[in-house]
C-alpha cells in the first residue's frame, strides 16, 4: 500500500521567464488578442503541471494560476463582482481586468495622461481610470506577504451564483493532459474574511447573511470538481492562524458540515501561523484531510498528528515555501518521524504554503557564487526535495545520494566562516544605549530645521521615485548586459536626475527628490550594494498583476562596503539652490522584502541593516543633505499574524528604525514613509519612530486614516497622500483641495505636508506633472486660506518670530553640529 503523498499548495504562476508579464502587457497595449492571452495562460499551466508531475509529485494543482489574481478569479467564480462596475456587454475576461485596473471614463479636457497610447508603458500595471470611471478594486497585502489581492467587496445585499467555468476548463485541462489533480479553492470563511464591506455592515453581520448564501454556490463547486473527476478538493483556510471571533470560529462547523456534503474529498489547508486555539476546530471538521504549515507552526505537528482522526490524511508542509534555503533533510525526517509513527506510515508531504512567494529555478542563476546557490532552493527545487524526502521514507537506500549532498551543503553552511563578521557583530555589541535616540526632542529639532530650510506652510513634496521610462531601464539592461560601460550608465543616469530636478523646480515644488532613476528596485538596489546580501539573476516573484520583484538573498552579516546613494544625492542637491531630500529604504522594509537568513532572529539582522543604513544617513548629512527620508512601506506587513507576538516585533522593528535615524544631527531633517497598509493599529509605534516628518498613503481611504491620527495626536509633522499614484487618472485641484482641507480639520496646520500618497515609478511623466501642478495649486492656495484667516495669521506671526528668536540663538548649535562627527562617537 502506498503511503507518502506529495503535493503543493499551489506553484508560482508568472512563468519562469515572467512570460505571463509580457503577455499580460502586450494585451493590456492592445498588442495580444484575448485568445492569445489564454493560450500563453494554457501554455503555462500545462509547462508547470508537468514539472510537478515530473518532480514526482502525486497530484497537480490546479485552480492557482490566474491573470491577475487569485483572489479576483473567486469573485468571478462566486459571481460576486461588484454592481458599481455596470457590467454589460464585456466578456468575462474583459470585466476581469476591468475589476483589476479599473476602467476610464470619458476623458477630461484637462486630462494630459495619454491614457490608452500604446506606448505608455507605465500605465499598465493597474488601476487605470479617469473621473467618472470606476476605480479598481482596492489591494491589499495578502497576509504577512508582499503579494496584493483585490479586495472583494460585498454588502448585505450581495448575492452568489456560478459565475465562471474557468476552474472546471482548467481542470478539465489537467486531466486531458493525463494529470492526477488536485484543485484548490479559497475557502469559504477566508474569502469573507478578506473582504471589504461596502455598506458598513460590520464583519459579524456580513457574515451572518452572506455565508448562508455563499455555501449553496460552493456546494455546486465542489459537485461539479467532483463530477469531472478530480482526486482532490484544497480549501484554504488561513485565516485559521489568525486570532478569529468566537462567531467566525463557529461558523466553520456549519460552513463544513455543509461542503462535505457534496462528496468531494476536501483537503482543508492552512498555512502561515500557527493553529494555537484553532487547532482542535480544524482536526475535527468534516473534511478527508488537514494541511499544516510545518514550519511556523512545527511546534504544533505532533498534536494535530495526535487530534486529527488517523482516517484522515495528514499533510505537513515541511519545506518551507516562504524562503529559499535548502531544507535541512535530515532535521525534517527527524521531524516526520513520530508523525508517521502516529499516523500508521500514511502521510501526505508538501510545502509550508504555496510556492508562489518564491522564484522558479536556480537553473538559470549561473551567476550566483557557487557555494551559496548549493545552499538554496528556488520552487523547481523544493518540488525535488519533496520527492527525496518520500523516497528517504519509502526506499531509504534509494534517496541515500541525494540526503548526503543535501547534509553536505548545509555542513557548510553551518559551518561557513563567512556568514560571519566580527566587526559588524562587535560594533552592535558595544552601541551605547543613546544609539537610538535623536539628541533633542522634536519640538527643538523643528525650530532649528524650520530655520534652516526655510520651507513655507503646506511645503510640497513627492516621495522619491519619477517615472521608471523605458529609456531608463533599456540604459540599465545595457549596462547590465555590458553594452553599455559604466561612464555611459552613470551619465545616463545623471542627465535623468537633472531633468527630474529642472521638472520639480518648473512645477514649484518645495523639497525636491532626485527621482530614484538608477534604482531598479528600493530594495533590490540596497542589497545589490551591501554586504551579506546576493541578488538573483531572475528570481522574479508575483507582486501584485504583471508587477514583480526581485527579493535579495540576506546569507551573512550585513555591512556597507561604501556609500551607496551619496554621490547621486550630491550630484541631485548640487543642481538646486532648494533641499532635495536624501532616499534610503528602512532596515525594516528592507529585511521583510529579502529572503532573510533563518540562522539567526530576524531581529538581529535588521540591527545589522540598521547599522549599515545609518551610516548612509550620516555620509549624506556630511555632504550637505539637509533631508534624509527613510522609507518603511513594509513596518507594517511584518507585523506577526497573531496578536500575541506583536509587541516583540514592534518594540524590535522601532528600535532598528530609530537606530538608523538617530545619527542625524537635530537640524537634519529626518523623513519616513508608508503606505498600502492598515495603520490605525500601529499609531504609537509609528508615533514611537520619532520621525520629524511622516509621509503616508490616505487617499484612497478617504483620509479615514487622518482621524485616527487627529484623535491620537500624532506628534510630528505629517503629509497625507493627497492624490492615488496607482492610477494615471489626474485628480484635479479641487478633489486635493477637499481632502487637505479635511486633513486640516483634524491635524494642526503647521503640521501638514502635501504629496502624493507614494511614489511615481509606476507613472508616466504626463499624468504626474498634470496631476502635480494641480497639487502645488492646492497648497497654494491652502496657504492663501491659512493667511487669510486673521487669527491664523497672527498666530504663524508670532510663530514666526519665534522660530527666528530661536533660530539665532541656536545657530552656533548648528554651526557646532555641523562640525562634529557621528552622534554615535559622541
Ligand atoms: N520590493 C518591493 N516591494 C514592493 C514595492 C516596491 O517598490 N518594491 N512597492 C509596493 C507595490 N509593489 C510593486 C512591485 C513591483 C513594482 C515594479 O514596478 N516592478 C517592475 C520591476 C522593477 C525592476 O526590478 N526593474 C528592473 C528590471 C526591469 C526589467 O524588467 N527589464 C527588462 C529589460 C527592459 C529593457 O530592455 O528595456 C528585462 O530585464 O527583461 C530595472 O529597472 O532594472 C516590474 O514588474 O515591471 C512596482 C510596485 C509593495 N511592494
Ligand atoms: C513602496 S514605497 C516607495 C517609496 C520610494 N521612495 C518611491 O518613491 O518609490
Ligand atoms: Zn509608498
Known amino acids: 500500500m502506498k503511503n507518502i503523498y506529495t503535493h503543493i499548495p499551489g506553484f508560482p504562476r508568472v512563468g519562469a521567464q515572467r512570460e505571463l508579464k509580457t503577455a499580460l502587457e502586450r494585451h493590456w497595449r492592445g498588442e495580444l488578442a484575448a485568445a492569445e492571452l489564454e493560450a500563453e495562460g494554457r501554455a503555462l499551466r500545462a509547462r508547470h503541471w508537468a514539472r510537478q508531475r515530473d518532480a514526482g509529485l502525486d497530484f497537480v494543482t490546479v485552480g492557482d494560476f490566474a491573470f491577475y489574481d487569485h483572489v479576483a478569479n473567486h469573485i468571478q467564480l462566486l459571481g460576486c463582482e461588484p454592481a458599481r462596475f455596470g457590467f454589460q456587454a464585456e466578456t468575462p475576461l474583459e470585466r476581469y481586468f476591468t475589476l483589476a485596473r479599473g476602467r476610464a471614463g470619458a476623458p477630461r479636457g484637462d486630462c494630459a495622461c495619454g491614457h490608452g497610447s500604446a506606448n505608455d508603458q507605465n500605465s499598465h500595471d493597474g488601476h487605470d481610470g479617469h473621473d467618472s470611471g470606476s476605480p479598481a478594486l482596492e489591494m491589499t497585502k495578502w497576509f504577512d506577504t508582499n503579494y496584493h489581492y483585490l479586495v472583494p467587496e460585498l454588502d448585505a445585499a450581495t448575492h452568489f451564483e456560478l459565475s465562471s467555468t474557468r476552474l472546471f476548463d482548467e481542470v478539465d485541462e489537467?486531466?486531458?493532459?493525463?494529470?492526477?489533480?488536485?484543485?484548490?479553492?479559497?475557502?469559504?470563511?477566508?474569502?469573507?474574511?478578506?473582504?471589504?464591506?461596502?455598506?458598513?455592515?460590520?464583519?459579524?453581520?456580513?457574515?451572518?447573511?452572506?455565508?448562508?448564501?455563499?455555501?449553496?454556490?460552493?456546494?455546486?463547486?465542489?459537485?461539479?470538481?467532483?463530477?469531472?473527476?478530480?482526486?482532490?478538493?484544497?480549501?484554504?483556510?488561513?485565516?485559521?492562524?489568525?486570532?478569529?471571533?468566537?462567531?467566525?470560529?463557529?461558523?466553520?462547523?456549519?460552513?463544513?458540515?455543509?461542503?462535505?456534503?457534496?462528496?468531494?474529498?476536501?483537503?482543508?489547508?492552512?498555512?502561515?501561523?500557527?493553529?494555537?486555539?484553532?487547532?482542535?476546530?480544524?482536526?475535527?471538521?468534516?473534511?478527508?484531510?488537514?494541511?499544516?504549515?510545518?514550519?511556523?507552526?512545527?511546534?504544533?505537528?505532533?498534536?494535530?498528528?495526535?487530534?486529527?482522526?488517523?482516517?484522515?490524511?495528514?499533510?505537513?508542509?515541511?519545506?518551507?515555501?516562504?524562503?529559499?534555503?535548502?531544507?535541512?533533510?535530515?532535521?525534517?525526517?527527524?521531524?516526520?518521524?513520530?508523525?508517521?509513527?502516529?499516523?500508521?506510515?500514511?502521510?501526505?508531504?508538501?510545502?509550508?504554503?504555496?510556492?508562489?512567494?518564491?522564484?522558479?529555478?536556480?537553473?538559470?542563476?549561473?551567476?550566483?557564487?557557487?557555494?551559496?546557490?548549493?545552499?538554496?532552493?528556488?520552487?523547481?527545487?523544493?518540488?525535488?526535495?519533496?520527492?527525496?524526502?518520500?523516497?528517504?521514507?519509502?526506499?531509504?537506500?534509494?534517496?541515500?545520494?541525494?540526503?548526503?549532498?543535501?547534509?553536505?551543503?548545509?555542513?557548510?553552511?553551518?559551518?561557513?566562516?563567512?556568514?560571519?563578521?566580527?566587526?559588524?557583530?562587535?560594533?552592535?555589541?558595544?552601541?551605547?544605549?543613546?544609539?537610538?535616540?535623536?539628541?533633542?526632542?522634536?519640538?527643538?529639532?523643528?525650530?532649528?530645521?524650520?530655520?534652516?530650510?526655510?520651507?513655507?506652510?503646506?511645503?510640497?513634496?513627492?516621495?522619491?521615485?519619477?517615472?521608471?521610462?523605458?529609456?531608463?531601464?533599456?540604459?540599465?539592461?545595457?549596462?547590465?548586459?555590458?553594452?553599455?560601460?559604466?561612464?555611459?550608465?552613470?551619465?545616463?543616469?545623471?542627465?535623468?536626475?537633472?531633468?527630474?530636478?529642472?521638472?520639480?523646480?518648473?512645477?514649484?515644488?518645495?523639497?525636491?527628490?532626485?527621482?530614484?532613476?538608477?534604482?531598479?528596485?528600493?530594495?533590490?538596489?540596497?542589497?545589490?550594494?551591501?554586504?551579506?546580501f546576493a541578488f538573483t539573476r531572475n528570481g522574479w516573484v508575483q507582486s501584485y498583476g504583471s508587477r514583480c520583484v526581485k527579493p535579495p538573498v540576506i546569507w551573512g552579516d550585513v555591512s556597507r562596503p561604501a556609500p551607496i546613494t551619496v554621490a547621486w544625492a550630491r550630484h541631485a542637491q548640487s543642481l538646486t539652490p532648494l533641499p532635495v531630500k536624501g532616499m534610503l529604504t528602512g532596515p525594516v522594509t528592507i529585511l521583510q522584502w529579502s529572503f532573510v537568513r533563518d540562522d539567526q532572529p530576524r531581529a538581529d539582522t535588521a540591527d545589522q541593516i540598521a547599522l549599515a543604513m545609518r551610516d548612509e544617513v550620516d555620509d549624506l548629512q556630511q555632504a550637505g543633505i539637509d533631508i534624509v527620508q527613510i522609507d518603511e512601506p513594509a513596518l507594517r506587513e511584518g507585523l506577526p499574524l497573531r496578536q500575541a507576538r506583536r509587541a516583540a516585533y514592534l518594540d524590535r522593528a522601532v528600535r532598528a528604525f530609530r537606530l538608523t535615524a538617530a545619527v542625524a544631527r537635530d537640524g537634519t531633517q529626518i523623513h519616513t514613509h508608508m503606505c498600502y497598509a492598515e495603520f490605525n493599529d500601529i499609531l504609537p509605534q509609528i508615533a514611537a519612530l520619532d520621525a520629524d516628518v511622516i509621509t503616508i498613503e490616505t487617499s484612497r481611504s478617504a483620509m479615514a486614516l487622518l482621524d485616527a491620527f487627529g484623535d491620537f495626536r500624532y506628534p510630528n509633522d505629517i503629509g497625507p497622500g493627497v492624490y492615488d499614484i496607482h492610477s494615471p487618472r489626474v485628480p484635479d485641484r479641487e478633489e486635493m483641495l477637499a481632502l487637505l482641507r479635511r486633513a486640516r480639520a483634524v491635524i494642526p496646520a503647521g503640521q501638514l505636508w502635501v504629496n502624493p500618497d507614494c511614489g511615481l515609478k509606476t507613472r508616466g511623466w504626463p499624468e504626474t506633472e498634470a496631476a502635480l501642478r494641480h497639487m502645488v495649486d492646492a497648497a497654494r492656495q491652502m496657504r492663501a486660506e491659512w493667511a487669510s484667516e486673521a487669527t491664523n495669521a497672527a498666530t504663524s506671526a508670532a510663530a514666526n518670530a519665534a522660530v527666528n528668536a530661536v533660530a539665532s540663538t541656536l545657530t552656533n548649535k548648528v554651526a557646532a553640529e555641523a562640525g562634529s562627527g557621528t552622534a554615535e562617537a559622541a
Open 174 to 532: 489537467a486531466l486531458a493532459l493525463g494529470h492526477a489533480v488536485k484543485a484548490t479553492l479559497i475557502g469559504p470563511l477566508t474569502f469573507l474574511w478578506l473582504a471589504r464591506s461596502t455598506d458598513a455592515t460590520p464583519r459579524r453581520d456580513l457574515l451572518d447573511c452572506l455565508l448562508p448564501r455563499l455555501l449553496p454556490i460552493y456546494g455546486q463547486v465542489l459537485a461539479r470538481l467532483k463530477e469531472q473527476g478530480v482526486a482532490w478538493v484544497q480549501v484554504e483556510e488561513p485565516i485559521l492562524g489568525l486570532d478569529l471571533p468566537q462567531e467566525w470560529r463557529s461558523a466553520f462547523d456549519t460552513a463544513y458540515w455543509q461542503l462535505n456534503q457534496a462528496g468531494a474529498p476536501l483537503l482543508l489547508a492552512t498555512y502561515f501561523s500557527p493553529l494555537e486555539e484553532n487547532l482542535s476546530l480544524a482536526c475535527r471538521l468534516p473534511v478527508a484531510g488537514l494541511h499544516v504549515d510545518g514550519v511556523r507552526a512545527a511546534h504544533e505537528l505532533v498534536s494535530v498528528a495526535d487530534w486529527l482522526p488517523v482516517h484522515k490524511v495528514l499533510s505537513v508542509g515541511i519545506v518551507d515555501g516562504r524562503n529559499i534555503w535548502r531544507t535541512d533533510l535530515d532535521a525534517a525526517l527527524g521531524t516526520l518521524a513520530p508523525l508517521l509513527e502516529k499516523r500508521n506510515g500514511q502521510l501526505w508531504l508538501s510545502t509550508s504554503c504555496s510556492l508562489l512567494h518564491v522564484p522558479y529555478s536556480l537553473e538559470v542563476e549561473t551567476a550566483l557564487d557557487p557555494e551559496l546557490a548549493s545552499w538554496l532552493a528556488f520552487a523547481h527545487e523544493k518540488l525535488d526535495e519533496l520527492a527525496v524526502l518520500k523516497t528517504a521514507i519509502e526506499q531509504p537506500r534509494a534517496a541515500a545520494a541525494a540526503l548526503a549532498a543535501s547534509r553536505a551543503a548545509i555542513a557548510t553552511r553551518r559551518a561557513s566562516p563567512r556568514v560571519r563578521d566580527a566587526a559588524v557583530r562587535a560594533r552592535l555589541a558595544a552601541l551605547p544605549d543613546h544609539a537610538a535616540q535623536r539628541k533633542s526632542p522634536f519640538a527643538e529639532r523643528r525650530l532649528l530645521q524650520g530655520a534652516k530650510l526655510n520651507l513655507p506652510p503646506f511645503p510640497t513634496t513627492t516621495i522619491g521615485s519619477f517615472p521608471q521610462t523605458p529609456a531608463i531601464r533599456s540604459a540599465r539592461a545595457a549596462f547590465k548586459r555590458g553594452d553599455l560601460d559604466g561612464t555611459g550608465y552613470e551619465a545616463a543616469m545623471r542627465a535623468e536626475i537633472e531633468h527630474a530636478i529642472r521638472r520639480q523646480e518648473a512645477l514649484g515644488l518645495d523639497v525636491l527628490v532626485h527621482g530614484e532613476a538608477e534604482r531598479n528596485d528600493m530594495v533590490e538596489y540596497f542589497g545589490e550594494h551591501l554586504a551579506g
